[in-house]
C-alpha cells in the first residue's frame, strides 16, 4: 500500500496530517490511524497493523481488525492510498 501521487504526509504529536495537494484537503489522523497507516506504508499488511494496534493500544484484536478495515476503506474511499 502507498500513498496517491497527490498525497504528502507530515507526522505531527497529535498523529499524521495528509494533505491531498490535487483537492487542496488536510485529513488528520489520531495517533491509532497514524500507527496503522505507518505499519501499511512499511509494507506490512492489514493483520500486522491489527496486531500493532492492540498490543500498543489495548485494543480487543477483533475490534483493532475492524478499525484497521475501516480506515483502509475511508482513506480508499478519499483517494489518499492506493495498493
Known amino acids: 500500500m502507498r500513498l496517491a501521487e497527490s498525497v504528502v504526509f507530515t507526522e505531527t504529536e497529535y ?3 495528509l494533505l491531498d495537494e490535487r483537492k487542496d484537503e488536510y485529513f488528520n489522523l489520531n495517533p491509532t490511524a497514524a ?5 501499511l506504508l512499511e509494507g506490512g499488511d492489514r493483520d ?3 496486531s500493532r494496534l492492540s498490543q500498543e493500544f489495548t485494543v480487543a484484536r477483533t475490534d483493532a481488525s475492524h478499525d484497521v478495515d475501516d480506515l483502509v476503506r475511508r482513506l480508499r474511499s ?5 495498493s
Open 35 to 39: 500507527l496503522v497507516l505507518q505499519v
Open 48 to 50: 500486522e497493523a491489527a
Open 78 to 82: 478519499e483517494g489518499l492510498i492506493t
Open 15 to 17: 498523529g499524521i496530517v
